[in-house]
């Protein structure tokens, strides 16, 4: 279980790679740099099992956060899933209110709340959790957006930029956007719900700013 205090401390963006089914994908994803691993324990082409999640949590290293992603669910479901995956983490989608959030503190869980680029200012104020995460306006869509819109509504929060990104444009997005870090699922996949481990590798190099000698460039298709 990773649950430390803070997001933890890595150098760059703090990069999420959501939707993750697969040991090998995992080992992708924290060999390229990872801050954090997504499991979606909700309805959703990507979801897995509670006890699926913790079989692959078992192989995250402490300093990478592990999380729970849950959508409609109530809080006390949420809870008890995250609890059965061993994750440290829960991202909740959907309607909340910061009632919800203190509570799935007070249970022991760092907290990313997901909130759509659209969505009233007040929206983006801090309700306490760790990260909030400015999604697309129809979340989990896949669809990009303009990421600089809601520069100044977030500015002074730590937040994770989401919807639509890719190899590509992950790092112009950070710049437009002033996020702290990126969130991805659909645009490391090569069939929805099927993660690529090449495009894994891609989206990490480019939200980093590196570009290795040899390997091919983000921004050409699928960086080949
Ligand atoms: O990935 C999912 O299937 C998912 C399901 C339910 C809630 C959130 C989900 N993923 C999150 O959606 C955004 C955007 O993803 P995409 O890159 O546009 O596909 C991201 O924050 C994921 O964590």
Redesign the pocket.
Known sequence: MSAPDETPAVPGPWV?I??LSTAADVAVAIEHGAAAL?F?L?D???RISPQRAAELVAAVPESVASVA?V?HEDVDTAIDRARAAGVGWI?L?GQRTAAEVRQVRSAGFQVIR?VRMDDPPQMFEDWGEQLL?I??AV????AAWDYSLVREAAAGRRWLV????DPRNVAAALAASGAAGA?????VESSRGVKDPQLIARFLHAAHGRHEAGAPAADSPNGA
Do not use: M
């Open positions: 999420k959501c939707g997504g979606v909700t959703s082409p990507r992603v959508r991202q989608h997901a995460l999604d697309a979340p989990g869509s896949g989401a919807g639509g990104l969130d991805v699922s659909s645009g």
